[in-house]
Nanobody, 126 residues
Framework: QVQLVESGGGLVQAGGSLRLSCSAS??????MGWFRQAPGKEREFVTA????????YYADFVKGRFTVSRDNAKNTVNLQMNSLKFEDTAVYSC?????????????????????WGQGTQVTVSS
């Protein structure tokens, strides 16, 4: 059983930065993803990182602005978000899967993940 707890959300002005963290209890070798859901919208993939940190995947709308990393010694996955936009406002959730996929598109599918955190609110003011 893996428990995930996100932290670091908050209110920031457009153009600002936030750093989210996902702390995992249990194992530190799962492949991890970040998803977000804005009010009235479907949940969407943001980024994913494999168990070693050697592979990362990003949604097109965050490339060049967001960076995912992990510290397996601390069982933590971080999401550095820069140049935030109003449309980045959402609840951000981390997720874990024990499966490793050769098809990178699978990491963008929420159904591929086994464990989810409660989420942390990110609000970007325009």
């Amino acid at each position: 059983q893996v428990q995930l707890v996100e932290s670091g959300g908050g209110l920031v002005q457009a153009g600002g930065s936030l750093r989210l963290s996902c702390s995992a209890s249990g194992r530190s070798t799962d492949n991890m993803g970040w998803f977000r859901q804005a009010p009235g919208k479907e949940r969407e993939f943001v980024t994913a990182i494999n168990w070693s940190g050697g592979r990362t995947y990003y949604a097109d709308f965050v490339k060049g602005r967001f960076t995912v990393s992990r510290d397996n010694a601390k069982n933590t996955v971080n999401l550095q978000m820069n140049s935030l936009k109003f449309e980045d406002t959402a609840v951000y959730s981390c997720a874990a899967t024990t499966n490793a996929y050769s098809n990178s598109e699978y990491y963008a599918q929420a159904s591929r993940y086994d464990y989810w955190g409660q989420g942390t609110q990110v609000t970007v003011s325009s």
